[in-house]
Structures are given as structure tokens and as C-alpha cells.
């Protein structure tokens, strides 16, 4: 299992911007797939977005396409979420995820990796 650790989210007016960070430390670091997750009040966890292991292939829930990117320093073992255009229905608590592949990272019942979470609040 992978350590990770988010930062970045806080309380931004719709069509706002935000990034948000995981740094991940752990054996796996380099070599896992990772993701990002998100939870609104009283809902369930659902997948935001998946980039593999080097970067170079990424996935998308139709909810935040073309509006938010995922990216990753594998140098520095952290992976970004680029945020823009931001709605309301854009608030949650936003999770890092990680995992050995993609079938692993897009679900959540099978992630093996989580961070501890950070609220993104969207206000209209």
C-alpha cells in the first residue's frame, strides 16, 4: 500500500480554478496506476479521474471531461488535478486513489490506496 497525501482544495466561486495535489511515498510510488475520487454529502464515492503509471494515459467520468486534467511528476511521485470551469455540483471532498492497474483505480471497491481527503467547495 501506498501513503497519500492531498492537498490543495479549498472554497472557489463557479467558473473558478483549483489544483490539487497527492503525494504518494511508499514501494509502489512509481510503479502504481493512480486516481481521483469524490464524495458530496450523502452520496456515494465516485471516480473522478485515472492516469497510469507514467503518465502517458488518462480517463475521465464524463461529469469533468474536458474540464479537469490529471497529470503526474513521477520524478517527485506526485500527481495533480487541474480543475477549471467549476460548478457546484462540483463540491465534494476530493480522495487520491492508487492501485496496481486501471481495472483497480476506477473502482472503488477495489482501490488499494486511499489518502485521507480534501474539501473542494464551489460556490454559485
Known amino acids: 500500500q501506498l501513503q497519500l497525501v492531498e492537498s490543495g482544495g479549498g472554497l472557489v466561486q463557479a467558473g473558478g480554478s483549483l489544483r490539487l495535489s497527492c503525494a504518494a511515498s511508499g514501494r509502489t510510488a512509481k510503479t502504481d496506476a493512480m486516481g481521483w475520487f469524490r464524495q458530496a454529502p450523502g452520496k456515494e464515492r465516485e471516480f473522478v479521474a485515472f492516469?497510469?503509471?507514467?503518465?502517458?494515459?488518462?480517463y475521465y467520468s464524463d461529469s469533468v471531461k474536458g474540464r479537469f486534467t490529471v497529470s503526474r511528476d513521477v520524478s517527485k511521485n506526485i500527481m495533480y488535478l487541474q480543475m477549471n470551469e467549476l460548478k457546484p455540483e462540483d463540491t465534494a471532498v476530493y480522495y487520491c486513489?492508487?492501485?496496481?492497474?486501471?481495472?483497480?483505480?476506477?473502482?472503488?471497491?477495489?482501490?488499494?490506496?486511499w489518502g485521507q481527503g480534501t474539501q473542494v467547495i464551489v460556490s454559485a
Open positions: 486513489a492508487a492501485g496496481q492497474h486501471y481495472g483497480v483505480v476506477i473502482d472503488r471497491t477495489r482501490v488499494q490506496s
Open positions: 492516469i497510469n503509471y507514467n503518465g502517458e494515459v488518462t
